[in-house]
């Protein structure tokens, strides 16, 4: 076989369609363009983001890249292999995790899942025992290795699915959305793993809703919306996009939709995502005036009805709002 010395991962104008089947009664078949043309390169060793809001299509990527989903059109190679033609050699060479995914043996201890796991994915018999316990230390539970599955919290549950995709030592690694439905700390010590696979020289592809996440994390991101990349650059990159803004964040009781149009219409207001808590409403405001900005913000919403009000630097978030138009 020949191989090209590529990077990681090549992805070209790939297309997915799916068909969708509407109405009980008569039915009709619905396209739905998942993926639109999409490219990208992943680098050796990289840890790359993808991000984009729902049904943007970073699951179908990363069904692609897995050999889960064959490609409508386009291409797509792992390591110089092709998801399509070499499936069996891609699946060797990766790993994947979906997040909230089942497929651990719940009646089962953890270590006994890697051990069974380990068979199957034939790592040499005299390797599992210390292959295992490496990654129970890997992934923070050796001390909990022996009680059944069932009674691990989520996050214990989501680390163990890493430990048993890590145990025919793949070079590339798929985590879709791997810290969802964690609690804080948990996705912390998830970050902390993936991290630490990155600096042994991994290459991890990541998908996330959490900005600062992929902020926190990857060397690079692209952004996609509606199955293509609109942008594609380092965090510190797509923040550039927003330097020239600083954010100011009014906390406002009560106000109607007219008055926020009214402040979006204001000739230094670049745009205004209004946050909905319990009683109250945060709008946030990008502007490139900054502090300048609040004295006039405040008069156009009647004095009465701001409360807290903050400016601070456009971060990572405020670039996402800004290319892909909305929040989630
Ligand atoms: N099996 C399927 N049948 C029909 N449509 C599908 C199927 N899988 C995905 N889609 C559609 O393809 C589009 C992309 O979905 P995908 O799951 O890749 O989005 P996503 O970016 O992962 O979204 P999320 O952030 O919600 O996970 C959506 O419109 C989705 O409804
Ligand atoms: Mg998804």
């Not at 990208?40 to 890249?65: H, Q, R, S, W």
């Amino acid at each position: 076989m020949l191989r090209r010395s590529v990077g990681a991962i090549e992805l070209r104008d790939v297309r997915r369609l799916f068909r969708a089947t509407t109405g009980t009664l008569r039915r009709h078949t619905k396209e739905i363009v998942a993926l639109d043309g999409l490219s990208l390169d992943v680098g050796e060793g990289e840890l790359f983001g993808i991000l984009g809001p729902n049904g943007a299509g970073k699951t179908t990527t990363i069904k692609v890249l897995t050999t889960l989903l064959i490609p409508t059109s386009g291409t797509a190679t792992v390591m110089g292999l092709d998801v399509v033609r070499d499936a069996k050699e891609v699946r060797r060479k990766i790993g994947f995790v979906f997040g909230g995914e089942r497929g651990l043996y719940y009646r089962l201890s953890g270590r006994d899942n890697l051990r069974y796991f380990a068979e199957l994915y034939a790592v040499p018999p005299r390797e599992i025992r210390s292959r295992v316990e490496e990654l129970l230390d890997l992934v923070d539970l050796r001390p909990r290795g022996d009680e059944r599955v069932e009674g691990y919290s989520r996050g214990m549950k989501q680390r163990l699915h890493l430990a048993r995709t890590l145990l025919h030592r793949p070079r590339v690694l798929f985590l879709d959305e791997p810290t969802i439905g964690l609690d804080p700390i948990g996705a912390r010590e998830l970050r902390r793993i993936v991290r630490q696979l990155h600096e042994g020289g991994a290459t991890i592809v990541l998908t996330t809703h959490y900005l600062f996440e992929a902020d926190e994390l990857c060397d690079r991101i692209a952004v996609i919306d509606k199955g293509r990349a609109v942008a594609l650059g380092t965090p510190a990159d797509l923040k550039s996009n927003v330097s020239d803004l600083s954010v100011v964040e009014l906390e406002v009781f009560g106000i109607d939709a007219g008055t926020v149009e009214r402040l979006r219409a204001l000739d230094f207001v670049d745009s205004i995502v209004v946050e909905q808590r319990e009683l109250r409403q945060v709008l946030r405001v990008q502007t490139r005036i900054a502090e300048r900005a609040v004295a006039p913000l405040i008069a156009a919403v009647a004095a009465g009805q701001v409360g807290r009000v903050a400016v601070r630097e456009a971060t990572l978030e405020d670039a996402y709002v800004r290319l892909v138009g909305r929040v989630e």
